[in-house]
């Protein structure tokens, strides 16, 4: 077994300046001891220099391995210091592991891989390993990753929020949407100027001049700095947070007309009719059919609402900027007369943001539809994923990890 094992950790895993030793099976798990090559000098570990040996600790440093045949694997060396020049003396650099770290390096990739494939405490369950080493593992691939990233050549961002934890907290989240490049670039805490404004500062002027399209949302925060720092940018009001705003808006107006009816002593026909007015037609279900077309048989406010919204979805079919600011003039007029105050309150949101809402017009072909709003939905599911996390930290380390596109450290061998 000896020659064998050696063998095949040679071909995985080997070291210029180190040999494998006697291995031996202690508890079910494989025990490999490493040595140093004859004549070999140690690295000191700050300056990445060769030194001289000081002295060799006489207690071996355990090194998990990434697991062969079902079995744990670990390796066993005696650390030396290093009489370094420059440093003075310092513990030797080991090419399988980093710093203090118990876990090798090549384990840690490993670990962080099948931490993107399944959840976090599973990965830790079936290593039988902890959450926290699967975390940390994460947390190593994850900043290497960030600092050897490439941030040149991004033409299009989106720029969005997601809901965590309880209590109203978001984080911004920024994203590269070009064609064929679909990445996470920029996390930060709350969703205010200054979420957004840092992570231009870290882009830098060059590569945010560079920026020729920009997705968002309507909220002020978002739209006052990407009109201050990338205002060249062709600005496009996401599609997704229209629709979400005028189904708000008729739900308004329903909910309204519910409660109204109950109070009079009518009869409940809005009842259980939300999802009939805010599904598309094509996504409701065979009851929820049959439940809208009874509703609409009614002179109803709540039905003049969902008329209006239906209407609206004609807009997004233009291909021309000009005609679609037609049609949007003409249903805004429309909608102001219906004497709805939450379609009055939509309409006055959409004027003020006429020209951003009619870039998505002059962008398309540039932009994907939704591109945003997928990415957050991959973003909740890293975040499941990833599920135990309690610190700002760990979710910023999960949402990078699985959707960032960043580099993996080299290794010799891969692993998985």
């Given at each position: 077994m000896t020659m064998m094992l050696k063998t095949i950790l040679n071909r995985c895993h080997r070291?210029?300046?180190?040999?494998?030793?006697?291995d031996r099976f202690v508890d079910d798990?494989?025990?490999?001891?490493i040595k140093p090559r004859k004549g070999s000098k140690p690295i000191c570990a700050k300056c990445f220099r060769k030194g001289t040996i000081y002295d060799t600790s006489r207690i071996p440093r355990c090194f998990e391995f990434v697991p062969l045949w079902g079995f744990a694997v670990m390796f066993w060396y005696c650390m030396r210091r290093v009489d370094c020049d420059r440093c003075g003396v310092t513990t030797e650099l080991v090419p399988w592991a980093e710093g203090k770290n118990r876990t090798c390096d090549a384990y840690r990739l490993f670990l962080a891989r099948w931490a993107k494939r399944m959840s976090w405490t599973e990965v830790a369950?079936?290593?039988?390993?902890?959450?926290?080493?699967?975390?940390?593992?994460?947390?190593w691939v994850v900043q290497y990753g960030l600092?050897?990233?490439?941030?040149?050549?991004?033409?299009?961002?989106?720029?969005d929020e997601i809901a965590v934890w309880k209590g109203q907290r978001y984080v911004t989240v920024v994203y590269q949407i070009d064609k064929g490049v679909r990445r996470l670039l920029w996390v930060a805490r709350e969703r205010t100027e200054e979420s957004l404004d840092h992570f231009f500062d870290i882009l830098g002027e060059t590569r945010t001049g560079?920026?020729?399209?920009?997705?968002?949302?309507?909220?002020?925060?978002?739209?006052?700095?990407?009109?201050?720092?990338?205002?060249h940018a062709i600005h496009v009001l996401d599609r997704f947070h229209v629709a979400k705003k005028l189904g708000e808006a008729v739900d308004k107006v329903r909910s309204a007309e519910a409660k109204e009816m109950a109070r009079k002593g009518f009869e409940a026909i809005l009842k259980n009719a939300r999802w009939c007015f805010l599904k598309r037609e094509e996504n409701l279900t065979e009851k929820q059919e049959l439940k809208l077309t009874d509703v609409l048989q009614y002179d109803l406010r709540s039905v003049r609402a969902y008329?209006?919204?239906?209407?609206?979805?004609?807009?997004?079919?233009?291909?021309?900027?000009?005609?679609?600011?037609?049609?949007?003039?003409?249903?805004?007029?429309?909608?102001m007369r219906s004497r709805l105050e939450p379609m009055k309150k939509f309409v006055g949101t959409i004027r003020a943001h006429r020209e951003l809402l009619l870039n998505w017009f002059r962008a398309r072909g540039e932009l994907a539809s939704g591109a945003v709003e997928g990415l957050n939905t991959n973003a909740k599911l890293a975040l499941r994923k990833a599920r135990?996390?309690?610190?700002?930290?760990?979710?910023?380390?999960?949402?990078?990890h699985q959707m960032g596109r960043l580099p993996e450290p080299d290794l010799t061998h891969e692993f998985c």
């Open positions: 070291f210029s300046s180190f040999v494998y030793g006697e798990s494989i025990h490999v001891d369950v079936v290593f039988h390993t902890s959450w926290g080493v699967v975390y940390r593992a994460v947390q600092e050897n990233r490439d941030l040149d050549g991004i033409e299009a961002i989106g720029v560079a920026i020729k399209f920009v997705a968002s949302d309507m909220w002020k925060p978002y739209l006052t700095v990407i009109a201050d720092r990338v205002g008329l209006l919204k239906q209407s609206f979805d004609h807009f997004w079919t233009y291909k021309s900027a000009w005609w679609a600011g037609w049609f949007l003039d003409k249903w805004c007029t429309r909608a135990g996390f309690r610190t700002y930290e760990a979710l910023e380390t999960a949402l990078f």
